[in-house]
């Protein structure tokens, strides 16, 4: 059985950081790229970042280019989100997925690329 566990997030003032984690298993993480994605409130869950499974490719949200940073650690089997000067409009609930099975450098954006989902993590950025 699939298990994302993602963790770190928590009430942080504007311009401040958090590092999201997420941790994997019931799946070999190494042959799988990761992806997290958010749901404002109100909102549709929206792509964030994505990294192949062997880390050498990541994608990002425009809105998050140059804040964000994702990882992952093959050998602890989980992904990080580092997310440095946070906005107001970062608040939101944060998913981590695990993709269907592709090439060393396969790193997509869409939702439908991803086979299994965290529980989420809620992230709240104040003004």
């Known amino acids: 059985q699939v298990q994302l566990v993602e963790s770190g997030g928590g009430l942080v003032q504007a311009g401040g950081s958090l590092r999201l984690s997420c941790a994997a298993s019931?799946?070999?993480?190494?042959?799988?790229?990761m992806g997290w994605f958010r749901q404002p409130p109100g909102k549709e869950r929206e792509f964030v970042a994505t990294?192949?499974?062997?880390?050498?490719?990541?994608d990002y949200v425009d809105s998050v280019k140059g804040r964000f940073t994702i990882s992952r650690d093959n050998a602890k089997n989980t992904v990080y989100l580092q997310m440095n000067s946070l906005k107001p409009e970062d608040t939101a609930v944060y998913f981590c997925?695990?993709?269907?099975?592709?090439?060393?450098?396969?790193?997509?954006?869409?939702?439908?690329?991803?086979?299994?989902w965290g529980q989420g993590t809620q992230v709240t950025v104040s003004s």
């Open positions: 019931g799946r070999t993480f190494s042959s799988y790229a």
């Open positions: 990294i192949s499974r062997s880390g050498a490719s990541t």
């Open positions: 997925a695990t993709s269907r099975a592709g090439t060393s450098n396969y790193s997509p954006r869409m939702r439908g690329e991803y086979i299994y």
